[in-house]
């Protein structure tokens, strides 16, 4: 997988301080979209690269926290900094609960916000990182075939190749072949990376 | 059941009323007998039907004349204990059939009347009760109306005072977080503009062209704040004195009415020393209201923070000069030390918990627009006094 340039959005109505947050954050070769809306932003599409959104928390029409859950019903996730003239506090806890990476006053420091930008983007990177590797061990799961995936899970449950023999009525020496298929499919090293492997699978840990 | 009572009831009265009569011409007999009488006896006779009429009615009267006339017939009529009458006794019997029918009709007549009388009297009893009875109804309902008329006069009172406290506090807040969001923008993209700015000097080579786009955003967001500080100061004109010649004491009287249930609330003794004739000021009644307003509640507030005082307001108006009047209010409350009296009349300055700091401030500015001076002195006593002069009408600015 390559390694795409983080990319940060903002979305603010004050021009003014959309572009100095842009003028910012290019000052230190980062890259940055600015939009006047949150429809503006919906409206572009989703970036492949990790990202983070900088967020006003007063917009006109809806609120920062209303596009907040706006987002997260259409299931968007991307970590948010909001950005606020006045930082009260039950919004704050408001906007933290409903997963809120940083919450800033304006005027903030410049550090400040590069901070939380780097906090965000690395969250942002990991995550996608995480769904990357899952979506790739789900599809080599999907190539086993049903004999191996019973294999699988009895392996990754414990089960010993002479009691899985005896669980699907086969003989050892086919459990040895089909439990040598599962890890080359998948690509796993060793027993317990193939365990890691189906937990993050989520496959079912108990059969009985 | 109620039927046959009713029934059972007359009966008795008929068998009461004819039984009366019986006995009533009986006893005459009687009576007649043992005198032996000379002549044909009637006068006890007619008393009998009178007796029988009068508490019987027509028919029992009419059933004793009947009884009577046959009774004398058959004891002092020849022939003697026999029904049959002799044609020159006639007139006997008539001389006492007539006259008794007469004095039985009177006698209706006259029990008719009485008991028409008695019923009206009843009646007259019975609505002189029933109007006593309304009449108390509808003073209860007086009354207890006026009870509950004072007590939304008090409720309207207490809300007016709530509400002169809330629009003081709101609209300062109101305005401060107003201000302070409309200045605040700017400011952001100053400071952020400002960060940049160094930063595109600090790469090597330095970004002079961006360094400069920077300062010239960080320029026209500085011109962006002071607009808006410019348009503040032309609403602050826009808002024009509405000026008038008042008299002084009538806007304290005003502010009290306001404020009174505050000072019963506070178990607060006022007194009002009030220069008779004093002379009228030239000025806008609101806002005069509003900074008296402000100073009685701030007493009411440091007298409520000073416990186990006795809580004291006093206030005064006088001549200051022949061209200014005076007006104080003394209170015994908290007090203020020297430094608190340097700062009290700057903006955001509060020494309450719950405090905007803008009441003396704004206080201040309307005095001073008004041509006077308004200043605060620490009692020698418990307490604080503000004193403010207004030039007076004559002496308008």
Known sequence: ?208 | MEHSENVKTRISSVVFNYGLAILSVASALLITQSLKPTVFPTPLFFGAIVISTWFGGMWPGLFAVVLATLLLDFYFVSPVRAFAVHTADLPYLAQFVLPALLSGWFTSKRKDAETALKEARDQLDGKVQERTAQLRQTNQQLQSEIAERQRAEETVHKTQADLAHLTRVMTMSELATSIAHEVNQPLAAIVTNGDACIRWLAVEPPNLERARDSVTRIINEGNRASEVIKRIRALSKKTSLQKSVLGIKEVIQDVLGLVEPELVKNRVLLTCEFKPELPSVFGDRIQLQQVILNLVMNSIEAMEEARGRSRELLIKTETADPSRVLVSVRDSGIGLDAQQIEHIFEAFFTTKSEGVGMGLSISRTIIEAHGGRLWATANSGPGATFQFTLPTAEERP
Request: some cysteine; glycine content about 6%; proline content about 5%.
């Open chain 1, 1 to 208: 997988m390559s390694n795409p340039e983080p990319i940060v959005f903002v979305v603010d109505d004050d021009a003014a301080v959309r572009d100095a947050i842009k003028d910012l954050l290019e000052s230190v070769g980062i890259r940055v979209e600015t939009f006047a809306s949150g429809r503006e932003f919906l409206a572009r599409e989703r970036a492949q690269a990790p990202s983070c959104l900088i967020l006003d928390v007063r917009l006109p029409g809806t609120s920062g926290l209303d596009f907040q859950r706006e987002l997260a019903a259409a299931h968007i996730e991307i970590p948010i900094i909001f950005i606020t003239g006045h930082g009260d506090i039950p919004m704050t806890v408001q906007a933290m609960k409903a997963g809120a990476v940083d919450f800033l006053t304006k005027p903030f420091r410049d550090q400040e916000l590069l901070d939380a930008i780097h906090r965000a983007v690395a969250g942002d990177r990991d995550k996608r990182a995480q769904n990357a590797e899952v979506a790739e061990l789900r599809h080599r799961y999907e190539e086993l075939t049903p004999r191996e995936r019973e294999v699988m899970v009895l392996v990754t449950q414990g089960l010993l190749n002479k009691q899985i023999a005896a669980e699907l009525g086969a003989s050892e020496t086919t459990v040895k072949i089909h439990r040598g298929q599962v890890m080359r499919k998948m690509g796993a090293e060793s027993l317990p990376d193939l365990v890691r492997m189906a937990e993050k699978l989520c496959i079912p840990a108990q059969r009985y």
